[in-house]
């Protein structure tokens, strides 16, 4: 018995290895070079589908509800895969990273629900996103061209632009409620900012960059239909992919609280608390409990 249990475990442990060994789509089928990479069919057909939609939820159901903000750090290892690939261009091109899909999904007007701050007040255009993302420097020596009557000066002129290596974490904002239909806690995910320094900044050796803003805030059900066809790096397993907005949706992040829905406006953590880092984290740790704790509380009689 014991030796059939170990052949068994011993024949698990092979092809979980053959699963995760395998180098890419199409690799082991190709008869050209040009066939490896290619996204099977089941995945062509997964990426049509429509992500599965959020349910109703009537409002005489919710018994209790915060709104909470929190920073997605690119730096932690469980949130590199919605940080890599930074270059596309040596791996599967169906690989992107999170920023240039939300970013392909803003330019081909497939993402409309972009907004200046999360309570989705100022609508941004297209003009107003590029102004974000984009600086052109224009040097002196253009300048003495252009007073000369030259217009040929595009060789003079620079420009930066925020890519996806520029791209140092996200925030995201979600309300966690309970159901009293289904008696759970549950969380939504409402709006998501990706984080980058300043595009004015970017770039300048005579100034040291150490803070970042949001570039953006994107409605997130609006995003929905772009990340589910796209595709995250599954470290454990590259035969089964994950899309972004599973990833997103299933909480497959860490991440700590930085703003709670308070009395207070809606005061950040950084607000009431200075300068110590460590409390701030102790803080965030604390409103995190106090949501867990919520759902036990209500079987409390």
């Known amino acids: 018995m014991m030796n059939l249990k170990n052949y068994l475990l011993f024949g698990f442990v ?5 699963a995760i060994a395998q180098a890419d789509f199409g690799a082991l089928n190709a008869q050209t070079p040009d066939e490896i990479g290619q996204v099977p069919e089941q995945y062509q057909e997964a990426s049509k589908d ?9 409002e005489r159901d919710i018994l209790w509800s915060k709104i909470v903000w929190e920073e997605i750090d690119l730096n932690e290892r469980m949130n590199m895969p919605l940080y890599y690939p930074i270059d596309s261009t040596n791996v599967n091109s169906s690989r992107k990273s ?3 899909t939300l970013l392909k999904g803003i330019k081909t007007g497939k993402i409309k629900e972009v907004y200046d701050d ?16 984009t600086r052109v420097d224009t040097s002196d020596y253009a300048y003495e061209l252009i007073n000369e009557g030259e217009t040929d000066i595009k060789d003079f002129v620079d420009q930066i632009s925020i890519k996806s290596e520029d791209i140092s974490g996200y925030k995201i904002k979600g309300i966690w409620y309970f159901d009293k239909r289904h008696g759970e806690l549950k969380y939504r995910l409402l709006a998501i900012a990706p984080l980058a320094p300043d595009v004015q900044l970017l770039g300048r050796d005579d100034i040291i960059v150490d803070e970042t803003l949001p570039l953006f805030w994107i409605f997130y059900p609006d995003a929905r239909e772009v990340l589910h066809s796209a595709f995250a790096f599954n470290n454990v397993n590259h035969r089964s992919p994950i899309s972004f907005d599973d990833l997103l949706n299933s909480r497959r992040f860490t991440s700590f609280i930085i703003r709670e829905e308070n009395l207070y406006g809606n005061r950040a953590i950084a607000d009431y608390i200075q300068g110590n880092a460590l409390y701030q984290i102790m803080e965030s740790e604390r409103i995190r409990e106090q949501i867990r704790n919520k759902e036990l509380d209500m079987w409390n009689y």
């Open 14 to 18: 092979l092809l979980s290895i053959s």
């Open 50 to 58: 429509s992500p599965i939609p959020y349910g109703y939820v009537n």
């Open 98 to 100: 999170l920023f240039y």
């Open 118 to 133: 999360s309570f989705f007040k100022s609508k941004l255009t297209e003009k107003d996103i590029n102004q974000k993302l």
